[in-house]
């Protein structure tokens, strides 16, 4: 916490300058936020998304409406941190978890999936820890960077498995990405076209790391505004990943999706979710119609994942959502799939 409030201390002079807020204006907004935003668990984090969303203004935006806006999208993410904190506390997002460590298991161990070899777990385990500090993972037992074969990442999975009331989130944090590095080895045509939405996804973002807002998630605290995980439901991940809610907005990078993101009040995070493109493999790994009540569920519990790691927004999940939608009715009508 001593972290967060030396960082809203030295973003102070940046914020209201790339806002052209003047002295007078930051005060009343600064007292407004300490005097009336008290529901927030952390009122420093929750200064520094206002300012964040204040930093950048629609064409043509007062400075007064640019800052109610900003309030508000703050608030819409505590919202939805709440929201998606009751999806993970459900039994449906535990027998997900269940299911998908028990499957990967099983799997792993046989002879299927053959070309997805010890290299390619490998691979796999370098691209999902390599930035330390970009994604959520495991806290307990073996360390994910000492998964080096099939047998390995199959073990991990059982060892969730063994206090599976505690690791729900543990396993998600695997399960998310690993289906499309099992399509990418197994059906790399199909994984061409999860890539190609990937590539329209990222076109959608408009942000660069601002190092001095690198800061990561805290022990105990849940979702983008960092809430009390009162459950402890995410005593099982590592929280030394970076919150992304504290990504900056490039002014020159701006683009219709990020108008469009503002005008109908949702937040920017880290725009359009490559995390739900990447779980967008599972549906086809586990031959499930991404518009079935039970692919409706994935995506709801995905979302909650995403959103309770803030890792995204929950308008950004749905954005990939949709285009994952779209990807697999097109494939559909093709007879593609």
């Avoid at 064409?59 to 109610?68: G, T, V």
């Avoid at 709440?82 to 792993?108: D, G, M, N, P, W």
């Amino acid at each position: 916490m001593d972290g967060l409030t030396s960082i809203a201390s030295s973003v102070t002079n940046t914020s209201f300058r790339q806002t052209s807020l003047k002295q007078d204006e930051y005060d009343r907004l600064n007292t407004f936020l300490t005097l009336t935003v008290t529901s927030c668990s952390n009122l420093n984090l929750y200064k520094l998304s206002v300012w964040h969303q204040t930093s950048i203004q629609i064409s043509c935006e007062p400075m007064f409406l640019c800052m109610n806006r900003a309030i508000s999208q703050s608030m819409k993410l505590e919202s939805e941190d709440l929201e998606c904190y009751e999806v993970i506390s459900t039994s449906l997002f535990h027998e997900q978890a269940i299911r998908f460590a028990k499957y990967f298991s099983t799997q792993l161990r046989s002879d299927d999936w053959a070309e997805f070899d010890d290299h390619k777990i490998c691979e796999f385990i370098h691209a999902h820890t390599k930035d330390g500090k970009a994604f959520p993972i495991p806290r307990n037992g073996k360390p994910m960077r000492d998964i080096s074969s099939r047998i390995s990442l199959a073990e991990k999975f059982e060892e969730l498995l063994i206090d599976i009331d505690k690791n729900d989130m543990a396993i998600w944090s695997i399960a998310w990405r690993i289906g499309r590095n099992i399509i990418l080895a197994t059906n790399p045509e199909f994984c061409k076209y999860i890539d190609d939405d990937y590539a329209v996804i990222r076109s959608m973002r408009c942000h660069d790391e601002w190092p001095m807002l690198a800061v990561e998630t805290v022990d105990g605290c849940f979702g983008n505004m960092q809430l009390t995980d009162s459950k402890k439901l995410l005593s099982c991940l590592d929280s030394n990943y970076v919150i992304d809610s504290l990504c900056r907005v490039n002014k020159l990078k701006r683009n219709q999706y990020l108008h469009e993101s503002f005008t109908k009040g949702n937040a920017y995070i880290s725009g359009a979710s490559g995390m739900m493109n990447s779980f967008s493999a599972m549906f086809k790994l586990l031959d499930i119609d991404i518009d079935s009540t039970e692919g409706k569920d994935l995506y709801r519990s995905l979302q909650a994942f995403i959103v309770c790691t803030a890792m995204h927004s929950k308008f950004e999940v749905e954005v990939s959502y949709q285009r994952a939608r779209a990807m697999y009715q097109k494939l559909t009508q093709r007879n593609l799939i």
